[in-house]
T-cell receptor
Framework: AQSVTQPDIHITVSEGASLELRCNYS??????LFWYVQSPGQGLQLLLK??????LVQGIKGFEAEFKRSQSSFNLRKPSVHWSDAAEYFC????????????FGRGTSLIVHP | GAVVSQHPSRVICKSGTSVKIECRSL??????MFWYRQFPKQSLMLMAT?????????EQGVEKDKFLINHASLTLSTLTVTSAHPEDSSFYIC??????????FGSGTRLTVV
């Protein structure tokens, strides 16, 4: 079965600084990969996804992620963080093809200092 | 884009009563919807897959008699927490898949059992 690890429970950055959230997955083949953001008390919003093709994926709100097969990673990046980016971020992995129901990591809480 | 509406957003109920949560796909038809449970500061755990016109598929460890799922139409799935107890208090989120665009999530329901 597929699994995903987000090694950082909390990340604190200053507004305007760059951001990288780590995500490692375990799956025998090339998986489908996702990043979601969750504001307090809200559902999840899809930031970006990778199915195939270009390994650098652009998402909404200025986020991007890079699929690195050799490292089994799909790290999320943003060059300049805004205070409104403070939220919980979830990486998810799914078996490619079929219904690709995502399995979620435990999440990383992003704190943004002014 | 695809929108999934979840209602209510918050509910408080007395121990021993039942609570129904609705999940609607507003602008697309969803033959399959998914119910997740999220504990504080933790990831989303898939509880069950709701299939329109047939029985739901429950994940291991989820009590089907406790969490009743009905998917009577292509746009509505309901989750009923029966004989609720304080340990059922949690954040419940539904999702639906629209074609190749991936999964869209509802805004969640905060259930508090007192």
């Amino acid at each position: 079965a597929q699994s995903v690890t987000q090694p950082d429970i909390h990340i604190t950055v200053s507004e305007g600084a760059s951001l990288e959230l780590r995500c490692n997955y375990s799956y025998g083949a090339t998986p489908y990969l996702f990043w979601y953001v969750q504001s307090p008390g809200q559902g999840l919003q899809l930031l970006l996804k990778y199915f195939s093709g270009d390994t650098l994926v652009q998402g909404i709100k200025g986020f991007e992620a890079e699929f690195k097969r050799s490292q089994s990673s799909f790290n999320l990046r943003k060059p300049s963080v805004h205070w409104s980016d403070a939220a919980e971020y979830f990486c998810a992995v799914a078996k490619s093809g079929g219904s690709y129901i995502p399995t979620f990591g435990r999440g990383t809480s992003l704190i943004v200092h002014p | 884009g695809a929108v999934v509406s979840q209602h209510p957003s918050r509910v408080i109920c007395k121990s021993g009563t039942s609570v129904k949560i609705e999940c609607r796909s507003l602008d697309f038809q969803a033959t399959t919807m998914f119910w997740y449970r999220q504990f504080p500061k933790q990831s989303l755990m898939l509880m069950a897959t709701s299939n329109e016109g047939s029985k739901a598929t429950y994940e291991q460890g989820v009590e089907k008699d406790k969490f009743l799922i009905n998917h009577a139409s292509l746009t509505l799935s309901t989750l009923t927490v029966t004989s609720a107890h304080p340990e059922d208090s949690s954040f419940y989120i539904c999702s639906a898949r629209q074609g190749a665009d991936g999964y869209t999530f509802g805004s969640g329901t905060r259930l508090t059992v007192v």
